[in-house]
């Protein structure tokens, strides 16, 4: 799946997305399982938004994403702060040729764009084949209760003077998954006026107890499973599943 045009309109869109958050919860996941080592490769790094920020805390930062837009709008951004950040355009289920790293990410619900069973076990195996050993495994994906009852047949509206948008949900063809059908209208600078775009995205999230079996099946020890940014383990209205996995 590539973000296409979407690439272009992402940040704008996402500027209040608590990037900081996710940072927090590395450096408290690092610590808690003495990871001192300071190379992590974030997968799915997206526009470079996560991954900049873990370079100004000290993080030695690979970059990985599937879409070549998205990886341009990363390298412009980390060019324009002067900062060294290596990005790579891979498929995250066909990991090959990055070396070691002392932590791998996940975050962002960028594991869930993954349509099959398959695809997800063949990204945690390459994981695992890129982590130091006692390296941390560290990723977030939504949780079925997000999909099935905030997401599905829902309609999200968007509009100010720079970018508006229609996000119409709907059922996907596997179990606890969704299609989101996204419609913007982005204004022109230089001629005042809308230009439509249209992205089709698919998202699927599977139990907690599947993904936590296909990871010990993969070679993790599974230490901690939380939820929406704290300490505490999911519960039934949990949106967001934190995994902290460490390679065997």
Known sequence: MSYQQFAYIYDYLMKDVPY?????????????????????LDLGCGTGELSLRLLKEGYSVTGIDLSEDMLFMAREKAENEGLQLPLYQQDMSELQGLGSFDIISIFCDSLNYLETEEKVISTFKHVREHLREDGLFLFDVHSIFKITQIFLNETFTYNDE????????????????????LTFFVRDDETGQYERMEELHHQRTFPILTLENWLKESGFEVMDITADFTDVPPGDLSERIFFTCKRK
């Not at 900081?20 to 992590?40: C, I, M, N, P, Y």
Request: glycine share 4%.
């Open 20 to 40: 900081d958050s996710w940072v927090e919860f590395v450096q408290a996941q690092a610590d808690k399982h003495a990871v001192s080592g300071r190379e992590l």
């Open 162 to 181: 720079e970018v508006s948008y229609i996000w119409d949900c709907f059922p996907g063809e596997e179990p606890n998954s969704v299609e989101h059908e």
